[in-house]
Nanobody, 127 residues
Framework: QVQLVESGGGLVQAGGSLRLSCAAS????????MAWFRQAPGKEREFIAV????????NYADSVKGRFTISRDNAKNTMYLQMNTLKPEDTSAYLC????????????????????WGQGTQVTVSS
């Protein structure tokens, strides 16, 4: 079992920045591929970014590429999402997720591949 807890969400004006954190506990953090998804009310869960176990590989959704940066600190059992140049359309609940296995660029964008999920942190961007 892996427990995931997100933090860092809030209300920000368009053009602003936020940094989300995902703290993990329960198993060896560095064994897990970690990702961020987001889900707005009435919409499907959307892949945002993924990072491999040692941070060697990352992948981003086109909608956030160049604005968001995913990172991890295995010594602190924590993953981050630095979000810059935020837009109103980034408003959503942001969830972190984890699975253990070989990194696959194809599989890692699919929410059903992930075994563990946090409760989410709300990000609201005002125009």
């Amino acid at each position: 079992q892996v427990q995931l807890v997100e933090s860092g969400g809030g209300l920000v004006q368009a053009g602003g920045s936020l940094r989300l954190s995902c703290a993990a506990s329960g198993r060896t953090f560095s064994d897990y591929i970690m990702a961020w998804f987001r889900q707005a009310p009435g919409k499907e869960r959307e892949f945002i970014a993924v990072i491999s176990q040692k941070g060697s590989f990352t992948n981003y959704a086109d909608s956030v590429k160049g604005r968001f940066t995913i990172s991890r600190d295995n010594a602190k059992n924590t993953m981050y999402l630095q979000m810059n140049t935020l837009k109103p359309e980034d408003t959503s609940a942001y969830l972190c997720a984890a699975y253990r296995g070989p990194f696959s660029r194809t599989d890692s964008v699919k929410s059903q591949r992930y075994d563990y999920w946090g409760q989410g942190t709300q990000v609201t961007v005002s125009s």
